[in-house]
């Protein structure tokens, strides 16, 4: 689905363990990572188009994962001159909502091989802040801001988790 602008409606995602560390994907015969991401058909809600994606390039189904939330508004990011395609309609870049889940079983119910075309060839956990530094340039701004937007979402259950049932006032 492209906008009147000649933006691509996409979903993030950005998939974290118990641990807080974050899935961290390479695309296939190529030395580019990143998070899962997917464009949306135009029947699909972005909730659809998540699980949609998620199974195909990650292979978790949606009980193997917790939202734990969503970026409030589309992020944007433009495509570097020599990457827009010139076919009607013009693709200029990419409107994405961010998800943030957290996988709720062991890594191996992970599978890269779900799809008869797999996007990605390896994985691995990094930190949260990681991939700032690792994605493409033209991508890095959008990154940043859903990682921004997100981070309260899993870095306060861990504050949860580790206080248990002791107040809040503990930690002042």
Excluded at 31 to 51: I, K, R, S, V
Excluded at 140 to 146: G, H, L, M, S, T
């Amino acid at each position: 689905m492209i906008d009147s602008s000649g933006f691509r409606s996409n979903i993030g995602i950005i998939l974290a363990n118990h641990a807080g560390r974050v899935f961290w994907a390479k695309r296939v015969r190529r030395d580019a990572w990143q998070f899962p991401q997917g464009g949306m058909n135009p029947d699909e809600t972005p909730e659809q188009t998540l699980f949609r994606e998620l199974e195909e390039e990650v292979g978790l189904k949606e009980q193997d994962v917790t939202i734990l939330g969503r970026t409030d508004r589309w992020l944007r990011y433009r495509l570097p001159t020599r990457l827009i395609r010139k076919t009607v309609p013009i693709c200029v870049g990419q409107k994405q909502l961010w998800f943030l889940l957290r996988l709720e079983g062991d890594d191996s119910l992970i599978r890269l091989d779900k799809t008869h075309k797999p996007e990605f060839d390896d994985w691995q956990w990094v930190s949260y802040w990681f991939p700032l530094r690792q994605v493409v340039s033209f991508k890095r701004e959008v990154y940043r801001r859903a990682l921004k937007e997100l981070a309260p979402l899993l870095f306060w259950r861990h504050a949860e988790q580790a206080l248990g049932d002791r107040p809040l006032d503990y930690l002042l």
